[in-house]
């Protein structure tokens, strides 16, 4: 533990993979297998990740038609206290988690950890975050799909671009993000849809159904309700992401506020009032807003002021965007 701690101090990484290694079959001979996969995990996969933008660089796979690659790999750092989830949504993730760090122990019953979701509702409700957040606690990369770069103009190019993203997460170990799902399963009876689309969204399914690697998949999308009716039965979970209610801004405050000082407390209740209605992006953004008004304003506590005034602009800010 000492020559552990002493070589990740010195930044010397042949020497702490050796180190790491050598406490990983410490726990082995003491039948602590659990433990020590959990920590192979953790080392390998950390190590896939320092070395992976020169590997992705040269193997992400592009659109033919104008060269743009189809993913964004991204490494996260987010928290699972940084998003606030609702009871059921949370003890879904947790639940998730779980299964992936202890996924040797359900394989060996002959069981498999959830590897498909789902997640629908408006924006701005931590879908995205969610899913980063996913990535980081599992230690591993989190690709996006460029829904833009997968859409193509060209007849059967779409689906084409669809089968090199499928052969590429299959290939590597990753939390996979379709954001704007719907515009790859909408409902193939519209009427209104060309053939295309229904040959792709035909396209998609057969490649989940076909899917058998490691990544763990997720799909966004905050139109649910014009998504494929044979796309749900794919998904082991579907997470549903509200606005947040009263108890879970008086939660989003404290987060965004912590280290703060201000003149009012998180769960006043006349301060999150101010708030109803909003997503938690939204909530976000106001809070940053008010922050600078403090800051540029040069008083010393946020005030109840810098709040109301930060709320007004967002009203603004929406009011444009549904005339819009």
Known sequence: MRQLIKTGAEGNRDAFLQATEAVIRDERSKNHHLL????????YSRAEIQGAPPIFADRLPKDKERGLP???????????????????????VDELLTEHHRSELLRSHGLYPADRLLFCGPPGCGKTMTAEIVASELSLPLAIVRIDSVMSSYLGETAANLRQVFDFITAYPLVVLFDEFDALAKERSDASEHGELKRVVNAFLQMLDGYCGKSLLIAATNHERILDTAIWRRFDEVLV?????QEQLKRLLSIKLRGVRRQFEADDGDIIGLFKGMSHADVERVL????????????EFLTRRNVEAAVRREDARRARMKRG
């Open 36 to 43: 020590a996969n959990d920590l192979e995990r953790i080392l």
């Open 241 to 245: 992401f509200d606005p947040p209610n």
């Open 70 to 92: 189809l993913l964004q790999i991204r490494e996260s750092a987010r928290l699972l206290d940084d998003v606030v989830l609702s009871d059921e949504n949370r003890s879904l």
């Open 288 to 299: 940053r807003r008010a922050v600078k008004d403090m800051v540029l304003t040069g008083v």
